[in-house]
């Protein structure tokens, strides 16, 4: 029983790393020119924020309470580019940090 949920699990995870549209775009940028891939993350990670904003100011104005939903998914993707960014630019600065040791 319990095999068979990790296996579940882990599909449906392989599944959503493969075919999520936001997991795509993050693949594509890492993929890219590695001095360009963090400033592009954080300019959609601002993008998706700024949406989860106008998400809230719109629910404020009289939009149904259940577009609430669709705030956390762009917070959460803002939260997943901006965290990308932040991993690509501690990376680069380590690159360089090490190649000026040497």
Known sequence: MFSALWKLTLRT??????YAPTNV?????????????PALA?????GFLAAALLVTVLVAVGL?????????LFLYDS????????????ARRRALFYAARR
Request: proline share 7%.
């Open 79 to 90: 939260g997943k580019f901006l965290a990308t960014s932040l991993r690509g630019i501690a």
């Open 64 to 72: 149904p309470k259940p577009f609430y939903l669709l705030f956390f």
């Open 42 to 46: 954080s300019i959609w990670g601002a």
């Open 13 to 18: 995870a392989n599944l959503i790393d493969r």
């Open 25 to 37: 775009l993050l693949h594509r940028l890492q993929t890219r020119n590695p001095a360009r891939w």
